[in-house]
């Protein structure tokens, strides 16, 4: 074997070894992601997926939560983003409910806005970037939230907001990946990412007006 051969076949298992080392550690890394925010819901469970990012189930002021890490790769031209998905269980059978996603471009995975059927105004104070649709029948319920939903997406970090009849969601990001190992070793790192439990606590609180909002109007809607 040549010389130049010897010297590519080194290089090449030097790269691979390192891709090894590499995945392995931010396997580990992700495994903890989310401990910060397990004492924060009552009865909690902490699993794994075979991604390795954590998932918390557990419930909050008497409301079922779940708590995970969402891996986006799909976007061409753009580094791997981790979302966290925070979903508070609150059944309102026949909701119209609604759904609003901000940056959109269509490779969405996550995503429950464009599975509602009616493409909706944005209300004055959401970006001017942002997505909403909703059930027939979702207007007077996206009125009732408006200035809340403006609020919560004045943090740019937010990508969706969702109300349905199951529940309410909101999706934000949670980091970003490390350029170099995407680029070269096409991995998914993200440094010194964590989510800690004032994160959580916050989302919790803005889940749990919008739930107080649904419900008034609900009540509304009965009377």
């Not at 079922?64 to 981790?82: E, I, N, S």
């Not at 969601?169 to 170099?180: C, L, T």
């Amino acid at each position: 074997m040549s010389v130049s051969l010897l010297i590519a076949a080194a290089g090449a298992a030097a790269v691979s070894y390192i891709a090894v080392r590499d995945h392995r550690a931010a396997m580990a890394a992700r495994h903890g992601l989310l401990d910060d925010c397990v004492p924060a819901l009552d009865r909690s469970v902490l699993t794994h997926g075979g991604d390795g990012f954590p998932l918390i189930t557990g419930s909050h002021r008497e409301r079922g939560v779940q708590v995970q890490l969402l891996l986006d790769t799909m976007t061409m031209r753009r580094l791997p983003q981790l979302w966290l998905s925070v979903t508070l269980l609150d059944r309102h059978p026949g909701l119209a409910g609604l759904g609003i996603l901000v940056r959109h471009c269509g490779t969405e995975f996550y995503a429950l806005t464009s599975h509602f059927e009616d493409r909706l105004d944005a209300p004055h104070g959401f970006p001017a970037e942002s997505l909403v649709r909703g059930d027939p029948g979702a207007r007077p319920l996206l009125a009732g939230l408006a200035p809340l939903l403006a609020d919560i997406l004045k943090d740019p970090r937010v990508k969706e907001i969702a109300i349905t009849e199951r529940g309410m969601r909101i999706v934000r990001q949670a980091a970003e990946g490390k350029r170099g190992e995407h680029l070269l070793l096409r991995q998914s790192v993200f440094e010194k990412a964590h989510v800690s439990r004032t994160e959580l606590a916050d989302l919790l609180d803005k889940l749990h007006l919008m739930r107080s909002i649904v419900r008034s109007h609900r009540q509304a809607q009965a009377a």
